[in-house]
């Protein structure tokens, strides 16, 4: 029987995905639990938490950083799309199944399509509400806080650079509708930088809690608190704008503008829209508070009364409302000019309103037109004396040509950089430039950085942990393209010091093979330690369960031997790589990578020593046929291979290698390589496309239809590094170092 449809918290995906607790399994450990207990893992942890149970009563501490919601929206996504479209909802808020039997795990009244009868049954809109009542609420009932909170705790137990405050204070108050789809909302929400902090009372409250008596005083409600904490209030809207016929929203309006007097704009999905603008202006000029919704009619009620006592009454209120939406449709009017290179209304404006134009999130018009690659406006900015604005920094530390790059706009990159704009300025986070490229993988922007000789050795921060260099942030990323770009301008494989990571520390913990091929081919050490904890990329590659990357690790020679005794989490103190084999082994890891991962370790884990030589690359196993013997086996060593007087062709050599390891090795020993796996390969080596390699070709002939276990066993057995080297050399045509390779290989294969 199948399992009910639905997603799980707390299980193996979960945790990975968001990065935050582990539950369960042999260490039996729950960092939400324990960090909003205000406890840790050692003193350090503890330090860090220490302050969660003060924030459980401090709504103003119960924002959530932007990447956070967007990380919430790729996890529930297809889950969220799926079950509303195979549901109803009638009358009586009740789910209808449309479908019976009905394979969706349910968390609320649910009855069939028959049960409804004629009852009025719409189509569920995979909206707010429902988010909160399928994930958040189930999720975090056993915790007794919020999403946001229950997120943080977790997240700050587990990074040891990250501050408690820093990532649960909101300077940022979203105000938005529950009835808008959520993809809207994120839509929307993705405009601010990730890193931005914002107070959303859906993740912010604890929806299982009693939310009612919460607001019984408008003023000493959560809205408030966090509202006069924040530094600015922006709502949500979609095209409709219905959200601004909500009651909470006007009221909230009202609390920013006349009480609080915080900024506050309007945010649209598509800010430079100027027929979307009107039609939202058109509709707030008309909006009368007392023709506003709400969820639950006392709520209104509350609102309303509120409003009549406030200065002005609820002809203030609707004034204030009016007056708000043409602000934001002057400002609006400029952004579209500037994003759509209208030079004509740009010039119009007088040098000061432009020079003092700021976005919801302090971008000025020259970031505006740098990201849309809008130069002309651009260079009709710079006449009227906005060089000023080159260094100008919006919210998060970007300056116009960090927008650039972050979007990958060429044109506006040239066109700045030309100005003499700084490539090396650094954003909050501490990225450049180039980290931006690296991150979101633009190749041409990076290429043009690197000709303007942007620096490749500057530190930044990147998923809460400092020490990011451009080159370790694409290995994160897993851009390879990008990777090899950096590594041939000479970026550094890794730095000494306790707080930078390793670029092959970061492809090992994501898993991107072809990456970490590139990377190892340039020389990257193996068993470095340079990890904030001590780790090795095998340990992260184990702990992951990437078994892809595991193979080629250990199949290059990595040493399974190494202690990572600090580690916070290894209290037992457990040798080599046995704590990390049983963190991959916890409960609800339904790839089973756990016990491929053991096979590859007993079956390929022969001591390495400190020799650094491989003297197999797979071991053959007993299904295979027995192979003939060379007269002595062929060892590579890697500080050899590597202080050859032609470094860079002895690295290529070195790449090979791990490529056609790593080819082996994605087949875990069993199963046959078909053809179009040998083209793929052979392309990646020779620098050519799949088509330009004819399937006749001798390399594509010797190597499909073999076993991956075969393969290794003759690569192991015969094959000569120069060899190898000469023979992709000439892929697309016969050579006699082919016609060799060839006989070599058919003679492995008849054995």
């Known amino acids: 029987?199948?399992?009910?449809?639905?997603?799980?918290?707390?299980?193996?995906?979960?945790?990975?995905?968001?990065?935050?607790?582990?539950?369960?399994?042999?260490?039996?450990?729950?960092?939400?639990?324990?960090?909003?207990?205000?406890?840790?893992?050692?003193?350090?942890?503890?330090?860090?938490?220490?302050?969660?149970?003060?924030?459980?009563?401090?709504?103003?501490?119960?924002?959530?950083?932007?990447?956070?919601?967007?990380?919430?929206?790729?996890?529930?996504?297809?889950?969220?799309?799926?079950?509303?479209?195979?549901?109803?909802?009638?009358?009586?808020?009740?789910?209808?199944?449309?479908?019976?039997?009905?394979?969706?795990?349910?968390?609320?009244?649910?009855?069939?399509?028959?049960?409804?009868?004629?009852?009025?049954?719409?189509?569920?809109?995979?909206?707010?509400?429902?988010?909160?009542?399928?994930?958040?609420?189930?999720?975090?009932?056993?915790?007794?806080?919020?999403?946001?909170?229950?997120?943080?705790?977790?997240?700050?137990?587990?990074?040891?650079?990250?501050?408690?405050?820093?990532?649960?204070?909101?300077?940022v108050f979203i105000s938005h509708s529950w009835a808008e789809r959520f993809e809207d909302f994120i839509a929307t929400l993705s405009k601010l930088g990730t890193d931005n902090v914002v107070w959303v009372c859906s993740f912010a409250l604890n929806q299982n809690g009693n939310i009612a008596g919460a607001l019984e005083s408008i003023d000493r409600s959560p809205f408030a608190v966090a509202m006069h904490s924040a530094t600015r209030v922006l709502v949500m809207a979609d095209s409709s704008a219905d959200v601004l016929s909500r009651c909470w929203v006007v009221l909230e309006l009202h609390l920013a503008t006349q009480k609080y007097f915080k900024k506050y704009d309007i945010c649209l999905p598509d800010d430079s829209d100027e027929q979307l603008w009107t039609t939202v202006g058109e509709k707030l000029k008309k909006l009368d508070v007392q023709n506003c919704g709400a969820f639950d009619p006392a709520d209104k009620q509350a609102i309303l009364q509120y409003a009549s006592r406030s200065d002005g009454g609820i002809a203030g209120l609707n004034s204030i409302v009016n007056q708000t939406a043409t602000a934001a449709m002057k400002r609006a009017a400029l952004m579209a000019a500037a994003a759509n290179n209208n030079v004509d209304s740009i010039a119009s404006q007088c040098p000061s309103s432009v020079l003092e134009w700021r976005s919801f999130d302090d971008q000025s018009l020259l970031h505006i037109a740098a990201k849309h690659n809008s130069i002309s406006v651009l260079r009709k900015l710079l006449s009227m004396g906005c060089h000023i604005l080159l260094e100008h920094c919006n919210d998060i530390g970007m300056t116009p040509l960090s927008m650039c790059a972050d979007e990958g706009a060429i044109a506006g990159l040239h066109a700045l950089l030309s100005s003499r704009a700084d490539a090396n300025h650094q954003s909050l986070n501490g990225f450049t430039t180039l980290h931006y490229t690296a991150k979101n993988g633009h190749l041409k922007a990076m290429q043009l950085l690197l000709h303007c000789k942007a620096c490749t050795e500057v530190h930044g921060c990147n998923e809460g942990f400092p020490g990011h260099t451009p080159l370790s942030v694409a290995s994160w990323h897993g851009h390879a393209k990008l990777v090899r770009v950096l590594t041939e301008h000479k970026a550094q494989l890794e730095h000494e010091g306790v707080s930078t990571v390793s670029a092959l520390h970061m492809t090992a913990l994501n898993g991107h093979v072809d990456t970490a091929v590139i990377l190892i081919g340039m020389r990257a050490s193996i068993d470095s330690q340079n990890d904030h904890y001590g780790r090795t990329p095998l340990m992260l590659a184990v702990q992951h369960g990437h078994v892809a990357m595991v193979a080629l690790l250990v199949s290059l020679g990595a040493r399974q031997d190494i202690c990572c005794p600090s580690y916070a989490w290894n209290q037992r103190k457990l040798d080599g790589l046995q704590f990390f084999v049983e963190l991959c082994g916890r409960e609800g890891d339904e790839s089973h990578a756990a016990e491929m991962i053991k096979g590859l370790l007993d079956r390929r884990g022969q001591d390495r020593g400190n020799s650094g030589k491989i003297k197999k690359i797979i071991q053959p196993m007993d299904e295979c046929p027995e192979l003939p013997k060379a007269s002595e086996a062929k060892e590579l060593n890697i500080g050899s291979v590597a202080s050859k007087p032609e470094g860079r062709r002895a690295a290529q050599e070195h790449e090979i290698r791990a490529m056609l390891v790593f080819l082996t090795a994605g087949k875990e020993g069993h199963g046959f390589v078909d053809t179009a796996d040998v083209k793929i390969l052979l392309s990646?080596?020779?620098?050519?496309?799949?088509?330009?390699?004819?399937?006749?070709?001798?390399?594509?002939?010797?190597?499909?239809?073999?076993?991956?276990?075969?393969?290794?066993?003759?690569?192991?057995?015969?094959?000569?590094p120069e060899l190898i080297r000469r023979c992709f050399q000439h892929l697309t045509e016969e050579s006699p170092e082919n016609a060799e390779l060839a006989r070599k290989a058919q003679e492995v294969h008849k054995a």
């Open 1 to 171: 029987m199948l399992a009910p449809l639905g997603l799980q918290a707390f299980d193996r995906r979960f945790e990975d995905h968001f990065g935050i607790t582990m539950t369960g399994g042999p260490l039996g450990i729950d960092d939400v639990a324990n960090a909003l207990a205000g406890k840790g893992w050692d003193e350090a942890c503890e330090t860090r938490c220490r302050s969660f149970p003060k924030f459980a009563h401090d709504p103003s501490m119960w924002g959530m950083k932007v990447k956070f919601i967007l990380k919430l929206w790729t996890f529930i996504r297809d889950d969220l799309s799926g079950y509303a479209a195979a549901h109803g909802m009638d009358d009586e808020y009740r789910h209808v199944c449309y479908v019976q039997p009905c394979e969706w795990e349910h968390h609320c009244d649910c009855i069939s399509w028959e049960e409804a009868g004629d009852g009025r049954v719409s189509q569920l809109n995979p909206n707010m509400h429902l988010v909160v009542q399928r994930y958040v609420k189930p999720w975090t009932k056993r915790y007794g806080v919020g999403l946001a909170l229950m997120i943080n705790a977790g997240h700050v137990a587990r990074m040891p650079c990250m501050k408690a405050e820093d990532i649960c204070h909101a300077s």
């Open 684 to 720: 990646k080596i020779a620098g050519v496309t799949v088509a330009d390699i004819p399937n006749s070709h001798p390399e594509v002939r010797l190597l499909a239809g073999l076993s991956a276990q075969q393969i290794a066993c003759y690569l192991a057995e015969w094959a000569d």
